[in-house]
């Protein structure tokens, strides 16, 4: 049921019974297939959607472009490992084209940033270079516009 | 002079919308939540509105063919033939209007005046009745049924059939009830109308908006595409009610007929909205199951709230509205909905606004967000407490 999963991931947090309402299946249908996407790993997490830049808490987004070299056997994977497990790493994805990891860090600050870059990440034997660039605003992330939306203009209109 | 007196007799005569006094009301409140609109609470795609702006860039300021631009018919053309299976040339059997509301319009001026009669099934969109007055026609209100799910039988159709007859409106998914026509339903029609000559204006504006099956369009029976009018547009698929812009499909010389009117009375529908209109075929599928699917989860939450409040509403496979069936309060529909908005500030449409047989229901929309919904079905329920 994809609807189900595009439902989950717009809102995760209505109650299974108006996820169950919105669908037009039962309840118990609803709980038991959304196990089995947590069991297949389908459905990885929940999380919460936040706008950082308007807490008083200090956090800079920087994307950094890794060139690395693939271990015999392994590929990309174990090199990837070293890194996206640090927790400072969000995101991490293996590219195409001129690059080949792209790491997505969150920090405090520019420079504990650049420290992570400069201590943990370019010193890695597999890592041949790396090129980083910093957020300066965030306009939308994983299909939310940050700004306030459009009002609804509609008029009273007879039809 | 006696400027009443100037004004044409069937035009001075025809009562304007009875809900106006609603929309003033509603005006006034503060918190209120309205049901009573009749258009996508959605804005259109960005795909589409970018499209439109990038066409003022180019300098497209300037009027199209009468028909609408070549391209567009040719997309329209397209689009008929993969989602309902019409053929229908871009080169005389397409002419786009100004919304679905113009080709009604076209449709009725163009085969109707003093003397015929144009079957209206009710309760219904309010323009056709309105359009068929101003030709001068009879305008023959025909009464469905809730125990019919609102489905135009061929009973009915057999009983309201006049040797005047010139036209019978079929608008299915339906505004205001959301009722649909199978194939089945549809064939039985076919059968009354085929060797009779009565032309069908078929409105299907809705005809992307409904929920587990596909629509189907009357002119799909080869006996009946010459003798049908298609009338479809943008408005409620693509949520682009201010573009203005609809499309006829019909035998070529209908077409070529409702042509010169709209070369006298428009010229050409607005270009800006026509290259828009061509990204909306092109690249609009996705923008529309994604709308779609939002409307039947909405559709769904409003459905369990008035069974779990003890409203009778038969369930809708079209449109964006439901009618519920308010008669176990006792009010006239009209008594209802001043109620309801003055005690609990929820804005409905008394279903009497839509016909006679009207009464008794109200047109509930619900292309409004959940959250709204789910509050303006709190209100409903705590208002209903006082008749129970
Ligand atoms: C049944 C029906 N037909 C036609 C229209 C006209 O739509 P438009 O002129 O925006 O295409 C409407 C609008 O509400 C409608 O409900």
């Known amino acids: 049921m994809l609807e189900l999963l595009e439902l989950l991931e717009k809102d995760s947090r209505l109650t299974t019974e108006e996820m169950a309402i919105r669908l037009g299946i039962s309840k118990e249908d609803l709980e038991k297939q959304i196990k089995e996407y947590e069991e297949q790993g389908v459905i990885v997490g929940y999380t919460t959607m936040i706008n950082w830049e308007k807490t008083e808490k200090e956090n800079v987004t920087a994307l950094i472009e890794a060139k690395v070299t693939p271990q015999r056997l392994e590929g990309f994977d174990r090199v990837a490992e070293r890194i996206y497990k640090f927790p400072e790493v969000t995101n991490c994805y293996l590219m195409s084209g001129g690059f080949d990891l792209m790491v997505i860090i969150e920090g405090r600050t520019l420079k504990e940033v650049a420290m992570f870059v400069a201590h943990k990440l370019a010193p890695l034997e597999s890592v041949l270079s790396t090129s980083t660039h910093f957020v300066l605003k965030k306009y939308k992330e994983k299909g939310r516009i940050f700004s306030k939306g459009e009002t609804d203009e509609r008029e009273a209109i007879f039809l | ?388």
């Open chain 2, 1 to 388: 002079m006696n400027i009443q007196q100037m004004i044409r007799k069937n035009v001075r005569d025809c009562p304007p919308s009875g809900i106006r006094k609603y929309f003033d009301l509603l005006n006034e409140m503060e918190d209120a939540i309205s049901l009573g609109v009749g258009e996508p609470d959605f804005q259109t795609p960005w795909n589409i509105r970018e499209a439109g702006i990038y066409s003022l860039e180019r300098g497209l300021t300037k009027y199209s063919a009468n028909a609408g631009y070549i391209e567009l018919r040719q997309e329209i053309s397209n689009y008929v033939k993969r989602k309902y299976n019409l053929s229908y040339s871009f080169d005389g059997e397409i002419l786009v209007t100004v919304g679905g509301s113009e080709g009604i319009d076209l449709a009725l001026r163009a085969l109707t005046g003093p003397g015929d009669e144009v079957i209206i099934p009710e309760p219904s969109f309010v323009a056709y009745k309105g359009c068929t007055i101003f030709t001068g026609a009879d305008p023959v209100p025909l009464s469905l049924r809730q125990e019919d799910r609102f489905k135009l039988t061929p009973e009915l159709l057999e009983s309201a059939i006049t040797p005047k007859t010139k036209v019978v409106i079929i608008a299915f998914p339906n505004n205001p009830t959301g009722a649909i026509m199978t194939r089945e339903d549809l064939a039985k029609i076919v059968d009354v109308l085929k060797d009779k000559d009565i032309m069908v204006i078929s409105d299907e504006i809705y005809a992307e908006l409904t929920y587990g099956r596909e629509h189907v369009s009357i002119a799909e029976f080869p006996e009946m595409r010459d003798r049908t009018i298609v009338v479809n547009g943008f408005s409620k698929a693509y949520s682009m009610t201010g573009w203005r812009l609809g499309y006829v499909l019909a035998h070529k010389d209908i077409i070529k007929a409702m042509n010169k009117i709209h070369q006298y009375a428009i010229m050409c529908a607005p270009t800006t909205s026509q290259k828009a209109a061509v990204e909306a075929l092109k690249n609009g599928d996705d923008s529309i199951r994604v709308m779609r699917d939002e409307y039947n989860q909405r559709r769904r939450i409003m459905l369990n709230g008035y069974r779990k409040m003890g409203l009778e509403c038969f369930e809708p496979e079209g449109a964006f509205y439901l009618f519920p069936c308010i008669k176990s309060t006792g009010l006239s529909s009209d008594e209802f909905a001043e109620r309801l908005l003055k005690e609990q500030r929820v804005l409905v449409v008394p279903g009497t606004a839509f016909g006679d047989c009207g009464e008794g229901f109200v047109r509930t929309c619900y292309a409004e967000s959940a959250e709204k919904l789910k509050e303006a079905l709190r209100r409903m329920s705590v208002f209903l407490e006082q008749f129970r």
